[in-house]
């Protein structure tokens, strides 16, 4: 190879180094060259959504997606409507935007698109095998059913003194609160980002993850949880199982975790369990799939990582920004204590425990700053499927303000092998949508404002219970369909 090289070099009139380093130079180029004639010079399909221009092959718009999706999405909605596509990585997503376009992927038949498909490559190596994303979507299904009997109000009522109890503790402590009224200054700096993932972790770990979690809460746990989550890296995506100190450092980690997971679940075999438990390996060790087969240890371990991981960052970045939102707005804070003063007050200056019951019903400031802070900071910018067959996209969803225009008849088609992407947090701050649609007020949703409660409407059993069948909403922080 090399002597062919030299033989090229010589009949160009150049010496080696001097061809490499030109190759090194003109191949790029000419890929990007070719790359932007194919886009600019070819026809394309027009069955196809518009494409997204990007000059780098493979790579794509991978740069300006990552740096900032909602200025991306922002940027290709302006020149291409609600329904456009652009190359990710060596891969074609087509991203749906608006409720409609929400609606067509949460609500994507089973035989047209997949969740898992889109990602097991990423979520299977953290979490481990046999469990959400690694299984068929019935499977899930059922796990998500055996889930949801830890998520119960039994259990809920519960949580809600430990949670008091771990918030009150972490506020006394060293690391909490009082350092920031140390020496009576009120003024010193809190990161309140630590802070919130630190109070995520002591209150998830004391209720659903149960209390041996709890007690191991060291720095070794911490360094695990840090490995594993080093794993959700975009290029695993594509990627999963590169030789990189990062992808050894996960499969270590998930590998402990799952142990010390398996080893909880051995020792109550063993000690026959506490009825006190109210967390989700309780509520797991107890359940079978239809077929009458109980879950294994290592389901359980593994779903339980899963949860750990799904609830964690969701949990802690929407907590900081409710904190950071309201020390925007201190009157927000003061109309929250008012609140609380009122449901929980005991007459005598002082207040009763914290419920449940009142949580859920009697506290509308509370609930609605929490709606407004995951308007406006959904903890998940793209939601993503991959489509197993060909889907047929109405026109009014593609056109530029696709919602207010009504016409069914066809005019895209995403192809199989295409990935589908759904991001409500664009239509969450949609200013056709939502007056002073990117001012924090959590009013909107207090009936002074222009949202209405959601109609629950119909509802569909996927397999977990019932939930609302509609996606079409400008507002899906939580997601929808199965
Ligand atoms: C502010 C808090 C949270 C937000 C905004 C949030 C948001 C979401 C969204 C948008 C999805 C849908 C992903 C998709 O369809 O591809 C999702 C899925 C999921 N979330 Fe959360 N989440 C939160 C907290 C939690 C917590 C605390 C847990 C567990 C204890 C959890 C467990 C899950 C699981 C298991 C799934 C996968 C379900 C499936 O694919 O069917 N999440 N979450």
Redesign the pocket.
């Known amino acids: 190879m090399s002597e062919r090289i030299a033989a090229l070099a010589a009949q160009l009139g150049v010496s080696t180094p001097q061809l490499l380093a030109i190759a090194a130079v003109a191949l790029p180029l000419a890929a990007v060259l070719l790359n932007v004639a194919a886009q600019v010079l070819l026809p394309r399909d027009p069955s196809l959504p518009p494409l997204v221009f990007s000059y780098v092959p493979v790579l794509g718009s991978a740069v300006t997606y990552g740096m900032d999706p909602y200025k991306f999405f922002a940027d290709c909605r302006a020149q291409h409507g609600d329904l456009f596509t652009f190359r990710l990585l060596g891969r074609n997503v087509t991203v749906a935007l608006g409720a409609k376009g929400s609606n067509l992927i949460?609500n994507g038949r089973l035989n047209e698109v997949s969740?898992e498909e889109?990602?097991t490559s990423l979520t299977t190596p953290v979490f481990g095998k046999d469990v959400?994303?690694d299984v068929p979507n019935a499977v899930?299904?059922e796990q998500?059913k055996f889930?949801k009997v830890g998520?119960s109000t039994e259990n809920f009522r519960v949580y809600v003194g430990q949670i008091t109890d771990e918030v009150t503790g972490f506020m006394k402590g060293d690391e909490g609160f009082s350092a920031f009224w140390r020496d009576g200054k009120s003024e010193a700096p809190v990161d309140i980002f630590k802070a919130m993932c630190e109070i995520t972790i002591l209150t998830?770990s004391r209720t659903?993850q149960g209390r041996e979690v709890r007690e191991s809460l060291d720095k070794s746990y911490a360094d695990l949880y840090h490995d594993l989550d080093g794993g959700f890296t975009p290029i695993n995506f594509v990627i999963p199982n590169l030789p990189l100190p990062a992808n050894f450092r996960r499969d270590r980690a998930q590998k402990l975790m799952s142990d010390f997971y398996r080893g909880i679940i051995e020792k109550r075999r063993k000690e026959g369990g506490d009825s006190a438990d109210h967390d989700?390996i309780a509520a797991l060790m107890d359940q079978s799939y239809k077929n009458g087969r109980k879950l294994s240890d290592i389901e359980i371990a593994h779903i339980m990582i899963?949860?750990l991981m799904?609830?964690q960052h969701?949990?802690s970045?929407?907590g900081s920004w409710a904190m950071l939102r309201l020390a925007s707005r201190p009157e927000f804070i003061e109309e929250l204590y008012q609140e609380q003063q009122s449901v929980y007050g005991d007459g005598a200056g002082g207040l009763r425990p914290l419920d449940y019951d009142t949580q859920k019903s009697s506290v509308p400031v509370l609930d609605a700053v929490v709606r407004e802070t995951?308007r406006l900071h959904?903890?998940?910018h793209s939601?993503?499927?991959k489509v197993k067959s060909d889907i047929v996209v109405p026109a009014a969803l593609a056109a530029p303000g696709a919602d207010s225009k009504k016409s069914d008849s066809a005019a895209y088609v995403i192809p199989k092998g295409h990935f589908v992407m759904a991001a409500?947090g664009v239509s969450q701050v949609d200013p056709k949508i939502w007056r002073d649609s990117e001012t924090f007020d959590p009013n909107r949703w207090l009936g002074k404002g222009e949202i209405e409660p959601e109609e629950q409407g119909e509802t569909v059993d996927y397999g977990w219970g019932a939930i609302s069948s509609g996606a079409n909403s400008p507002y899906?922080?939580?997601?929808a369909?199965?």
């Open positions: 949460f969740a889109a990602y959400v994303y899930l299904m998500k889930v998520l998830a659903l989700m899963a949860l799904a609830g969701t949990s970045a929407t995951l959904p903890p998940i939601i993503m499927r409500p899906l922080p939580f997601g369909g199965r």
